[in-house]
């Protein structure tokens, strides 16, 4: 097996694996024995009535499957603790190394990052300002090796729930008709406009609340370690990105000149502004499921998933929308071509509705009135991370009519 020489705190594939033990002895295999015992009660409860107490099938048939599920726990919890062990050694390859690693650990971040920081797990997701699969050091000297083009207008890329920032590079749609491929949002601006794109990956498994305060310190040190003087700010969130946005710009700040100041954007992109009906629907399954014996170890499950994704069931309150001299620009994708669609109202983008997405609050009123709204007909809640219609709006929204690279003394 290979070793390697990453950073002690850098999580390697077979701390994953150990993860994936430890979750399949607590949720999966809990599940089955579980249900395996409510339903086995069921049917021997028959016999048992009959007999007047707990037939000798019934007794032999709860101690072989005791003894089973018992014996798969141990193996597991040993097994979880031997990868752990051997991925402190160092034994296998950094998970963060390839696009596939760092997926699955933003994922499991999504699904249970509240959890993983509060273990203390190295899996645990830090708030960063990422380039080619890497953090980018927030300081003077870090940020002008990663950034020698430095310009004084920033664009902030903000992914969404179980996303990295390699979501950005995704496909464009409309998909060209030589099968190439259009490059990102952050390079289409960078070439036309002169922005500075800043891609950011954070933990999305943890409150929105928390994940604002994370973003707005690290933007409060990007400004301050910035190669030239910042001057303009844009802040791009695709789904929970967007709510991240707001948490981040409703963070009270202890300055004279917070970040906060700076900018004059803010784009979400199928962003759940009053919640999505996915975490709607997961709530209301779980408590049908506790209705019924055999259903309830599946529910408790779903019960585990993240602050973050409970924070998607209502959005985020609409006082948390004004941000001083910022204009919003809401985009919204629907599968159906007109947004007055019953699928819009009931599907939109196969995970936000339509009118959550502009921010549309019961009696038509508006969470961001005088916002500008794009509706993206035909398309995916995916496609909107790079779309042809999506750019030409942003380009738009956010022409400049020049940039300045002069360095900070």
């Known amino acids: 097996m290979s070793t390697r020489t990453a950073p002690e705190s850098e999580a390697g594939v077979l701390e994953a694996a150990a993860l994936a033990a430890e979750h399949l002895d607590l949720l999966v295999l809990g599940a089955v024995r579980d249900i395996h015992g409510s339903v086995s009660s069921r049917v021997h409860g028959v016999l048992d009535k009959v007999v007047g107490g707990p037939t000798v099938p019934h007794r032999v048939h709860d101690g072989i499957a005791s003894g089973i599920y018992a014996g798969i726990g141990l193996g597991l919890r040993a097994s979880a603790k031997a990868l752990r062990r051997a991925d402190r050694l160092g034994l296998g390859p950094a998970i963060e190394d390839g696009a596939r690693g760092r997926f699955v650990v933003s994922a499991v971040n999504g699904l249970i990052g509240d959890k993983l920081v509060a273990d203390g797990s190295p899996l645990a997701i830090e708030i960063g300002v990422r380039q080619r699969g890497r953090d980018v050091p927030l300081t003077r000297a870090g940020l002008g090796h990663a950034y020698p083009q430095a310009s004084d207008a920033i664009v902030v890329f ?3 729930l179980c996303e ?3 979501y950005w590079d995704r496909q464009s749609r409309p998909r060209p008709a030589d099968g190439t491929t259009a490059a990102s949002y952050g390079v289409r601006l960078a070439a036309d406009e002169g922005w500075s794109p800043v891609f950011v990956r954070a933990n999305t498994g943890v409150s929105l609340a928390e994940a604002g305060v994370a973003l707005s310190s690290l933007l409060t040190r990007l400004v301050a370690s910035w190669p030239t003087e910042v001057r ?15 948490a981040a710009c409703a963070v009270t700040l202890d300055s004279d000149a917070p970040w906060t100041d700076l900018v004059t954007d803010i784009v ?6 009053t919640g999505s009906p996915v ?18 170890p599946l529910a408790r ?3 585990q998933r993240s602050v973050g994704v409970l924070d998607l069931h209502d959005g985020m ?7 001083p001299n910022a204009r919003y620009h809401l985009v919204a994708a629907t599968l159906s071509r007109s947004p007055k669609h019953p699928v819009a109202a009931t599907v939109g983008d196969l995970l936000v509705q339509y009118r959550s997405a502009v921010g549309l ?7 961001f009135p005088g916002a500008d709204v794009l509706h993206v007909p035909g398309a995916g809640h995916f496609d909107l991370l790079n779309h042809d219609d999506v750019y030409a709006a942003l380009r738009g929204w956010l022409a400049r009519t020049g940039s300045t690279t002069t360095p900070r003394s």
């Open 361 to 367: 609050l019961p009696g038509d009123v508006e969470m």
């Open 301 to 303: 499950i779903f019960e």
């Open 164 to 166: 990295t920032e390699d």
């Open 232 to 246: 303009r700010i844009a802040l791009v969130g695709h789904s929970m990105g967007g709510l991240m946005a707001r």
């Open 279 to 296: 975490e709607r629907s997961i709530a209301r399954g779980i408590r049908v499921a506790a209705r019924a014996p055999e259903l309830m």
């Open 268 to 273: 979400t992109l199928g962003a759940p502004h």
């Open 158 to 160: 903000l992914h969404g």
């Open 317 to 323: 309150p609409e006082d948390v929308a004004a941000v």
